[in-house]
């Protein structure tokens, strides 16, 4: 089955600065890769997924990559704001037969004032 | 706009007992997934249904828990006797699905329950 890795576990960034996190995953079959943010006491929240068939998409400050060949995606999140403290997670699924959306371990990201 | 709702958010039971969680998904969505969060275990998909019926379950742990899905609107997880090691917490999202690639379409998360089992 699918098997999706994460780094970093934590991030700490300056507010106004960029935070990156990237993730790899097993199966070259997989075609949807997105990003959910998760606050505390809350369940995550979808803030950008990306499909295998574009290289990158951007809403506003949030920014994904997909590196098909290399099997790996990165979220970019710049300009970041005191809000943006939060855990984030990237998922992938998509290979017929196994539909189903694994996730990341999940990133702890913190802004600093 | 309801989103999806979970009962209850809060559920302290001692070992051995039933435990039912409840989800209730968002109108006109017809795939529902549960999931279990845990420090060392991460999120981890349970089971979950498209059209009311269950797709796969191979993420359930064990015969102890078990899901239905009656109807379109409510679903349960249940874990009859309770174990220590089941405190978590579970989540149910659900999207809408037209083609029956549920994984593809957008999953919608509720706040879900913490469940700790003394």
């Known amino acids: 089955g699918e098997n999706v890795e994460q780094h970093p576990s934590t991030l700490s960034v300056q507010e106004g600065d960029s935070a990156v996190i990237k993730c790899t995953y097993s199966d070259s079959a997989s075609n949807y890769f997105p990003w959910y943010k998760q606050e505390l006491g809350k369940g995550p929240q979808l803030i950008i997924d990306?499909?295998?068939?574009?290289g990158e998409k951007k809403d506003q400050r949030i920014a994904v990559t997909l590196n098909k060949t290399a099997k790996h995606f990165s979220l970019h999140i710049t300009e970041t704001q005191p809000e943006d403290s939060a855990v984030y997670f990237c998922?992938?699924?998509?290979?017929?037969?196994?539909?189903?959306?694994?996730f990341g371990t999940g990133t702890r990201l913190t802004i600093i004032p | 706009d309801a989103g999806v709702i979970q009962s209850p958010r809060h559920e302290v039971t001692e070992m051995g007992q039933e435990v039912t969680l409840r989800c209730k998904p968002i109108?006109?969505?017809?795939?529902l997934f549960w999931y279990r969060q845990t420090m060392m275990r991460g999120l981890e998909l349970l089971i979950y249904f498209n059209n009311n019926v269950p797709i796969d379950d191979s993420g359930m742990p064990e015969d102890r828990f078990s899901a239905k899905m009656p109807n379109a609107s409510f679903s349960t997880l249940k874990i009859q006797p309770s174990e220590p090691r089941d405190s978590a917490v579970y989540f149910c999202?659900?999207?809408?699905?037209?083609?029956?690639?549920?994984?593809?379409?957008?999953?919608?998360f509720g706040p879900g329950t913490r469940l700790l089992v003394l």
């Open positions: 109108s006109g969505h017809n795939s």
């Open positions: 990306i499909r295998s068939n574009v």
């Open positions: 998922a992938a699924s998509g290979t017929f037969g196994n539909e189903k959306l694994t």
């Open positions: 999202a659900s999207s809408l699905d037209p083609f029956g690639r549920a994984s593809l379409q957008t999953q919608y």
